[in-house]
């Protein structure tokens, strides 16, 4: 047996389960075992994608875990990052505008 972890995170809240798995054992073994979905209903360890470590794996019904891996289930994006980036980058620049102009008065 070896020891690994499952991961979820919200904005607000995260959770990690260490589950106990045999060797050999995979990615969505692991989640199904944690039974970190029964806590968090939106997870849907059929379709959500995972990683270990930050690194995205592309079927986790095959990643086989080692020893002390933390296999994280990823949460849809809400916005698509670069959108989100020139809409902070356009408001910034608004709000410079608009302080250079109240400040020629």
Avoid: W
Wanted: aromatic share 4%; proline share 5%; hydrophobic share 40%.
């Amino acid at each position: 047996m070896i020891t690994v972890e499952v991961a979820y995170a919200l904005a607000h809240e995260q959770k990690i389960v260490a589950v106990q798995v045999e060797e050999g054992c995979t990615a969505y073994e692991a989640v199904i075992k944690s039974r970190i979905a029964e806590q968090f209903t939106q997870i849907d360890p059929e379709n959500d994608p995972m990683g270990v470590f930050g690194k995205a794996m592309r079927d986790p019904k095959k990643e086989v875990l080692k020893a002390g891996d933390r296999v994280e289930i990823y949460r849809p994006l809400i916005a698509d990052p670069k959108a989100a980036r020139a809409k902070r980058a356009a408001k910034l620049k608004a709000e410079k505008e608009q302080g250079e102009q109240a400040g020629e008065g």
